[in-house]
T-cell receptor, first 113, second 113 residues
Framework: GQQVMQIPQYQHVQEGEDFTTYCNSSTTLSNIQWYKQRPGGHPVFLIQLVKSGEVKKQKRLTFQFGEAKKNSSLHITATQTTDVGTYFCAGPEYGGSQGNLIFGKGTKLSVKP | SAVISQKPSRDICQRGTSLTIQCQVDSQVTMMFWYRQQPGQSLTLIATANQGSEATYESGFVIDKFPISRPNLTFSTLTVSNMSPEDSSIYLC??????????FGPGTRLTVT
């Protein structure tokens, strides 16, 4: 079945270092979404990418959607302790009901102050 | 976005009993979903709650175990029936409008003893 894979599973960085998580889908996606879940919290929508090769920025966060629309990345420049949490990518379920998303397993980011 | 509340926020239940989780949204939404998230794991879609009709369940989830109601566009319930310790998890409802991004409730942490 359709899979959305994320690497790495864990990332420990020193505050101020950069961080990147990668997402790969087994199928072409109409869009890719990114969510952040703080420890003890619920997933919060960050961004949606739709176009092939699209790049979007939110302050220190840069999101990319691959040319083939099967992979994506999230890059954080100069991490801060507020960036701690698990970052999930998600794509629409191929052939599924409208709105269904397949989530990657997430990348858990910890930041040492 | 939307403001989503869930009740209860947490509960400890005995095996063999049932628990009904409520999800309330502050505005009418097109789609509502129910997810399960084991601690430290990704999100698994249980079903899409359809207003006025039976929910659409994902593979591995059945109506007898997880009956869902959605009487209107702002409210839904998920019941976890005949619980076993394996049902211990966080249950999240989410909503979506016309775009495919989803907004999550705070979750219900269920422990079955």
């Amino acid at each position: 079945g359709q899979q959305v894979m994320q690497i790495p599973q864990y990332q420990h960085v020193q505050e101020g270092e950069d961080f990147t998580t990668y997402c790969n889908s087994s199928t072409t996606l109409s869009n890719i979404q990114w969510y952040k879940q703080r420890p003890g919290g619920h997933p919060v929508f960050l961004i949606q990418l739709v176009k092939s090769g699209e790049v979007k920025k939110q302050k220190r966060l840069t999101f990319q959607f691959g040319e083939a629309k099967k992979n994506s990345s999230l890059h954080i420049t100069a991490t801060q302790t507020t960036d701690v949490g698990t970052y999930f990518c998600a794509g629409p379920e191929y052939g599924g009901s409208q709105g269904n998303l397949i989530f990657g397993k997430g990348t858990k980011l910890s930041v040492k102050p | 976005s939307a403001v989503i509340s869930q009740k209860p926020s947490r509960d400890i239940c005995q095996r063999g009993t049932s628990l009904t989780i409520q999800c309330q949204v502050d505005s009418q939404v097109t789609m509502m979903f129910w997810y399960r998230q084991q601690p430290g794991q990704s999100l698994t879609l249980i079903a899409t709650a359809n207003q006025g009709s039976e929910a659409t369940y994902e593979s591995g989830f059945v109506i007898d175990k997880f009956p869902i109601s959605r009487p209107n566009l702002t409210f839904s319930t998920l019941t976890v029936s005949n619980m076993s310790p394996e049902d211990s998890s966080i249950y999240l409802c989410s909503v979506a409008f016309l775009g495919s991004e989803q907004y999550f409730g705070p979750g219900t942490r269920l422990t079955v003893t």
